[in-house]
């Protein structure tokens, strides 16, 4: 119950009036860039990095926590609304939340994604508090060989579960890798693909390369397709919850909960999966199925709560082992390593009381952002009309603001830009960016493990598979290679093929049955 | 996703990707010839990661092409302002580009009141924004505002250029 114990020590630290102002500063921030269009949390810490350099460590991580909760209740929120979902996490809420709006019940599926959300992010955030010192205690007893193979289990991971594609999602992690690779070698001191250039013997700046694929890509790709009619906000009506409401919507909340927050515990990325599961799950459960599709309210409780408690989950890796799943974990990790914070399972130990004071700010956060979504739904809408042009002009100026203030060099504009084109060219063809920024930001650490490794073995091989731990993870990852391939054979041998599948290559059984589900939905 | 069909002999333009890839790879590979042992023992030499990396995108490019070649296109990403029913805008995307090379170009010597203010009119202008007067003034006050918060706020000096002394 340490961990109990431990989280009490954090809210105390937490409740401080200047603590509560940035941590509503975060969630405020949060929501705002959750229903803006073409914003995602990932983008917004991106962007807010420059604050590092003068905010107190406490309080930085304090208003990025807000703001990785407040983004998905905003998110939900826009999905409702508009039926576009920015993230593929919202993807399934969008579609029977849209539904609910049309046919007048907007309120009461914004009252359930956020109320469910609320309950979710509370239990998970109590499950992290409760399973992270356990996982360090493991952790802080793992060798080189055995963090070597959990990154590459999460190179992989990260990779053959994003996206449809998996040639498209390692081909995104080895650009990541190879952008690692620029600078100075560690062991022999030699400069790698620096290609003569001054500045890049130092490597690229990660904050440079975030902001590029996620800032300047992004608003780059947006500008080109730009949807150039107004959008059509379906207006919020009816009544927020009933007592039927309420009663459909508690089991899924507790069911989305119970599914999302392994699978972001687990290092393998992405609330996609576990909001598709828990939307057919709950089709499967529901007892008025034939509602699914025109706007069934636990369509859009059990996919919400699992979105928000696959997020807090996904801080288990994060903080115990320093291993980013997500767009926005990838970022968080940045705004550690500013302040010369690694993540890790000397995290807890060393900066306890860091660690504390974030879990229990997320708790806060969780209960403000409760209190500002429900009674402002309306108001939060009216963002979604904010003139596209100001919107990602504005985008564009924080970006190069925030690369340039890096170094003060106007050489990272030029690679902002250069990346930036390199993000928008990902977009086009369908390469997932987490890859690249995690290849990025664990290569290098990989590296050093490895080279760790194989010194203690004198440069034998076998030095990084000496471990029962590392053993045991290069078998999951085999099957996590592997598994897809004959899952898709059994599949193909039972059912004669079916209708159009998506245009990508192995799908895996998942991708499958998600195009059904959209076909359906929709 | 699946509404999304893709038109046959569109695909030339995903070979440019495998080619990316590949080039890179090659570059990896050729760099780490470049580097010098120095005492490595065994597997692991100066040469062994940027090799490794490198013949990995190769055979990323190869299996990218092959999967090309079978008919597998990326998948373009979507949003909620993004409208994939036509094609790309390029002239928007230039003239945003051209704005960002601007600012990038002349922040050291105009400062960053001047050219921030010109990237954003010139962005915005690229958006579609055609109410000259009110965005001139919200780009020379963000512009200004911007340059004041960093230098108060955050205490990060970005460049004045030509209005050094008058700030």
């Given at each position: 119950?340490?961990?109990?114990?431990?989280?009490?020590?954090?809210?105390?630290?937490?409740?401080?009036?200047?603590?509560?102002?940035?941590?509503?500063?975060?969630?405020?921030?949060?929501?705002?860039?959750?229903?803006?269009?073409?914003?995602?949390?990932a983008?917004?810490?991106?962007?807010?990095?420059?604050?590092?350099?003068?905010?107190?460590?406490e309080?930085?991580?304090?208003?990025?926590?807000?703001?990785?909760?407040?983004?998905?209740?905003g998110?939900?929120?826009?999905?409702?609304?508009?039926?576009?979902?920015?993230?593929?996490?919202?993807?399934?809420?969008?579609?029977?939340?849209?539904k609910?709006?049309?046919?007048?019940?907007?309120?009461?599926?914004?009252?359930?994604?956020?109320?469910?959300?609320?309950?979710?992010?509370?239990?998970?955030?109590?499950?992290l508090?409760?399973?992270?010192?356990?996982?360090?205690?493991?952790?802080?007893?793992?060798g080189?060989?055995?963090?070597?193979?959990?990154?590459?289990?999460?190179?992989?991971?990260?990779?053959?579960?994003?996206?449809?594609?998996?040639i498209?999602?390692?081909?995104?992690?080895?650009?990541?890798?190879?952008?690692?690779l620029?600078?100075?070698?560690?062991?022999?001191?030699?400069?790698?693909?620096?290609?003569?250039?001054?500045?890049?013997?130092?490597?690229?700046?990660?904050?440079?390369?975030?902001?590029?694929?996620?800032?300047?890509?992004?608003?780059?790709?947006?500008?080109?397709?730009?949807?150039?009619?107004?959008?059509?906000?379906?207006?919020?009506?009816?009544?927020?919850m009933?007592?039927?409401?309420?009663?459909?919507?508690?089991?899924?909340?507790?069911?989305?909960?119970?599914?999302?927050?392994?699978?972001?515990?687990?290092?393998?990325?992405?609330?996609?999966?576990?909001?598709?599961?828990?939307?057919?799950?709950?089709?499967?459960?529901?007892?008025?199925?034939?509602?699914?599709?025109?706007?069934?309210?636990?369509?859009?409780?059990?996919?919400?709560?699992?979105?928000?408690?696959?997020?807090?989950?996904?801080?288990?890796?994060?903080?115990?082992?320093?291993?980013?799943?997500?767009?926005?974990?990838?970022?968080?990790?940045?705004?550690?390593?500013?302040?010369?914070?690694?993540?890790?399972?000397?995290?807890?130990?060393?900066?306890?009381?860091?660690?504390?004071?974030?879990?229990?700010?997320?708790?806060?956060?969780?209960a403000?952002?409760?209190?500002l979504?429900?009674?402002?739904?309306?108001?939060?809408?009216?963002?979604?009309?904010?003139?596209?042009?100001?919107?990602?002009a504005?985008?564009?100026?924080?970006?190069?603001?925030?690369?340039?203030?890096?170094?003060?060099?106007?050489?990272?504009?030029?690679?902002?830009?250069?990346?930036?084109?390199?993000?928008?060219?990902?977009?086009?063809?369908?390469?997932?960016?987490?890859?690249?920024?995690?290849?990025?930001?664990?290569?290098?650490?990989?590296?050093?493990?490895?080279?760790?490794?194989?010194?203690?073995?004198?440069?034998?091989?076998?030095?990084?598979?000496n471990?029962?731990?590392?053993?045991?993870?290069?078998?999951?990852?085999?099957?996590?290679?592997?598994?897809?391939?004959?899952?898709?054979?059994?599949?193909?041998?039972?059912?004669?093929?079916?209708?159009p599948?998506?245009?990508?290559?192995?799908?895996?059984?998942?991708?499958?049955?998600?195009?059904?589900a959209?076909?359906?939905?929709? | 996703?699946?509404?999304?069909?893709?038109?046959?002999?569109?695909?030339?333009?995903?070979?440019?990707?495998?080619?990316?890839l590949?080039?890179?790879g090659?570059?990896?590979?050729?760099?780490?010839?470049g580097?010098?042992?120095?005492?490595?023992?065994?597997?692991?030499?100066?040469?062994?990661?940027?090799?490794?990396?490198?013949?990995?995108?190769?055979?990323?490019?190869?299996?990218?092409?092959?999967?090309?070649?079978?008919?597998?296109?990326?998948?373009?990403?979507?949003?909620?302002?993004?409208?994939?029913?036509?094609?790309?805008?390029?002239?928007?995307?230039?003239?945003?580009?051209?704005?960002?090379?601007?600012?990038?170009?002349?922040?050291?010597?105009?400062?960053?009141?001047?050219?921030?203010?010109?990237?954003?009119?010139?962005?915005?202008?690229?958006?579609?924004?055609?109410?000259?007067?009110?965005?001139?003034?919200?780009?020379?006050?963000?512009?200004?505002?911007?340059?004041?918060?960093?230098?108060?706020?955050?205490?990060?000096?970005?460049?004045?250029?030509?209005?050094?002394?008058?700030?």
């Amino acid at each position: 119950m340490d961990g109990l114990n431990a989280l009490l020590d954090g809210m105390s630290a937490a409740l401080t009036p200047m603590n509560l102002l940035y941590a509503f500063f975060g969630v405020l921030l949060g929501t705002a860039i959750g229903v803006l269009p073409g914003i995602g949390p990932a983008m917004a810490i991106a962007l807010l990095l420059p604050l590092t350099y003068t905010l107190p460590v406490e309080q930085a991580i304090i208003m990025f926590a807000g703001l990785y909760y407040g983004g998905m209740y905003g998110g939900s929120t826009t999905s409702i609304l508009l039926n576009t979902p920015g993230e593929s996490a919202s993807v399934m809420t969008a579609i029977e939340g849209n539904k609910m709006a049309k046919a007048g019940r907007g309120a009461a599926a914004l009252s359930t994604a956020a109320i469910g959300s609320f309950v979710a992010g509370t239990i998970a955030t109590f499950c992290l508090a409760l399973l992270a010192p356990q996982v360090v205690k493991v952790a802080i007893q793992l060798g080189d060989p055995d963090y070597l193979a959990v990154m590459l289990f999460a190179f992989v991971a990260v990779t053959t579960v994003l996206g449809s594609s998996k040639i498209r999602g390692f081909a995104s992690l080895g650009l990541g890798v190879w952008i690692g690779l620029i600078g100075i070698d560690p062991t022999s001191g030699q400069q790698r693909l620096t290609f003569g250039i001054d500045q890049l013997s130092d490597g690229i700046d990660v904050v440079v390369v975030a902001v590029a694929v996620f800032a300047m890509g992004e608003a780059l790709w947006i500008a080109a397709h730009l949807r150039r009619a107004p959008a059509r906000i379906t207006p919020i009506k009816g009544r927020w919850m009933t007592r039927e409401d309420l009663s459909r919507s508690w089991k899924p909340w507790l069911r989305g909960t119970v599914i999302g927050f392994p699978f972001g515990a687990i290092p393998a990325g992405g609330a996609e999966i576990p909001t598709f599961l828990s939307y057919i799950s709950e089709r499967k459960l529901s007892k008025k199925p034939e509602e699914f599709g025109h706007g069934a309210i636990e369509g859009v409780a059990g996919p919400e709560a699992t979105n928000n408690a696959s997020a807090a989950g996904s801080l288990v890796p994060l903080l115990t082992l320093g291993i980013p799943t997500t767009a926005t974990a990838a970022v968080m990790i940045l705004a550690f390593q500013t302040y010369g914070i690694q993540p890790g399972p000397r995290l807890f130990q060393d900066q306890g009381p860091l660690v504390w004071t974030l879990i229990a700010s997320l708790l806060i956060g969780n209960a403000m952002l409760l209190l500002l979504n429900l009674p402002m739904a309306g108001l939060w809408a009216k963002l979604l009309l904010i003139p596209r042009p100001y919107l990602y002009a504005g985008i564009l100026m924080f970006a190069s603001l925030g690369a340039y203030a890096a170094n003060g060099s106007p050489f990272d504009l030029w690679l902002l830009l250069f990346i930036g084109g390199l993000g928008f060219a990902m977009r086009r063809f369908g390469l997932p960016v987490v890859p690249l920024i995690v290849g990025l930001i664990l290569a290098p650490r990989a590296e050093v493990f490895m080279r760790r490794a194989l010194q203690i073995s004198d440069g034998h091989l076998s030095g990084l598979v000496n471990t029962t731990f590392s053993k045991v993870v290069y078998v999951l990852i085999a099957l996590l290679i592997v598994a897809p391939f004959i899952w898709s054979r059994v599949r193909g041998r039972r059912t004669p093929p079916e209708g159009p599948v998506g245009p990508s290559s192995p799908t895996t059984g998942a991708d499958d049955a998600r195009v059904h589900a959209n076909t359906e939905g929709a | 996703m699946s509404d999304q069909v893709q038109k046959r002999g569109e695909g030339r333009s995903e070979y440019g990707v495998s080619l990316l890839l590949l080039a890179l790879g090659i570059v990896a590979i050729v760099d780490a010839l470049g580097l010098i042992e120095r005492g490595a023992r065994g597997f692991m030499t100066a040469r062994t990661v940027p090799m490794f990396v490198g013949g990995l995108l190769i055979l990323c490019a190869v299996l990218l092409a092959v999967d090309i070649a079978r008919g597998g296109r990326g998948e373009q990403e979507e949003g909620e302002d993004v409208d994939l029913s036509g094609g790309a805008d390029w002239r928007t995307v230039a003239l945003l580009a051209a704005a960002f090379a601007f600012n990038a170009a002349f922040i050291d010597r105009l400062g960053w009141p001047i050219t921030g203010a010109v990237m954003f009119f010139g962005s915005a202008y690229a958006l579609g924004n055609r109410h000259y007067v009110r965005l001139a003034v919200i780009s020379v006050a963000l512009s200004l505002v911007t340059w004041y918060g960093f230098f108060l706020g955050l205490g990060v000096k970005l460049p004045a250029g030509l209005l050094d002394g008058i700030l």
